[in-house]
């Protein structure tokens, strides 16, 4: 009798594991789909130190041709909000989104991306917009630890990698759009505050 109730109980276990096999490959098969919908060619990969990233990013930002979308939390290195702003200059559309709280004090860059025609917002929505992200052209996704500031090219470890994927970057254009949508014009660029006199 021990033995048929043994052998019962195996059998249930073993129709378990079957029909649990099923829902796994299709888990598999999900995550499989996944994989190949974000699969990139690496054009770029820069660390700091050394110092060069802010140039082979700049070599991208002059060769769009149709479009920019940047998210970051901190962008205080001017020579690549010169670059956004020749591309807005020349027909690309450039649009921005800065960490709200950040760019209320960003006295340099804004007023370079501003005078160039780049559309500029901040983003209020979270505790912190900690992005660094760029799109150019709906093909091609930057991104990594680097800010695009003073500290990211010249003193800080970083990283930036850029890759080529028209799938990938609309997955993050989806999300810029998200972003955009909840964060509000910045038409002027922050005053400078001085110090009051004693």
Same mark, same amino acid.
């Given at each position: ?5 043994? /052998? ?6 073993? =129709?378990q ?24 060619? =690496?054009?770029? $990969? ?28 901190s962008f ?7 670059? +956004?702003?020749r591309?807005a200059?020349?027909? =690309?559309?450039?649009? $921005? ?12 860059? *804004?007023?370079?991306? +501003? ?9 209020k929505?979270?505790?912190? /917009? ?9 093909? *091609? $996704? $930057? ?17 930036m *990698? ?6 990938l970057?609309?997955?993050y ?16 660029a922050?005053?400078?505050k ?5």
């Amino acid at each position: 009798m021990k033995k048929i109730i043994l /052998f019962l109980l195996s059998c249930c276990l073993l =129709v378990q594991t079957v029909s649990a096999n099923p829902d796994t490959t299709k888990g598999a098969k999900e995550v499989a789909k996944t994989d190949a919908v974000l699969k990139a060619e =690496v054009l770029s $990969v820069f660390f700091t130190p050394p110092a060069g990233a802010a140039k082979g990013l700049i070599r991208y930002l002059d060769g769009a041709k149709k479009s920019i979308q940047v998210m970051t939390y901190s962008f205080t290195y001017v020579e690549i909000a010169d670059a +956004l702003a020749r591309a807005a200059k020349r027909g =690309v559309e450039v649009q $921005v989104i800065q960490d709200g709280p950040t760019a209320a004090n960003n006295f340099d860059v *804004i007023p370079v991306l +501003l005078k160039g025609g780049v559309v500029v917002r901040g983003n209020k929505a979270h505790r912190i /917009f900690h992005h660094k992200v760029m799109i150019i052209d709906g093909e *091609i $996704v $930057v991104t990594g630890s680097y800010n695009f500031t003073n500290s990211a090219e010249k003193s800080n470890a970083e990283n930036m *990698i850029v890759l080529r994927s028209a799938t990938l970057a609309q997955q993050y254009y989806k999300n810029f759009i998200s972003h955009w949508e909840r964060s509000y014009p910045i038409t002027t660029a922050p005053e400078r505050k001085t110090a009051k006199p004693n």
